[in-house]
């Protein structure tokens, strides 16, 4: 009978090292998601204000390399600029 209960017993140990070991594997699981979510947020967070950026830079660079518009010389001024 000692064998059986011995054998009984260590089957329900190695059952019950199973059951552990799966909550443990779904417990690293369940972090590698929310770790990977928490980096992809970060990350799409970044690559739009890189872009917004970007575009800011585009924007200012254009506007920069625009000519100054020259005022033009209206009637009025130009008869005080006569008389």
Do not use: F, G, N, T
């Given at each position: 009978m000692s064998t059986k209960s011995?054998?009984?017993a260590q089957a329900l140990i190695r059952k019950q090292d199973e059951q552990a070991a799966m909550i443990e594997y779904a417990q690293q699981r369940s972090a590698e998601r929310e770790k990977s979510a928490r980096l992809?947020?970060?990350r799409l967070a970044k690559e739009a204000a890189d872009c917004?950026?970007?575009?800011?830079?585009?924007?200012t660079k254009a506007t920069a390399k625009?000519?100054?518009?020259k005022r033009r010389k209206t009637v009025v001024a130009?008869?005080?600029?006569s008389a």
């Open positions: 011995s054998k009984a992809r947020a970060l917004e950026a970007a575009a800011q830079a585009a924007i625009m000519p100054v518009a130009m008869d005080a600029v």
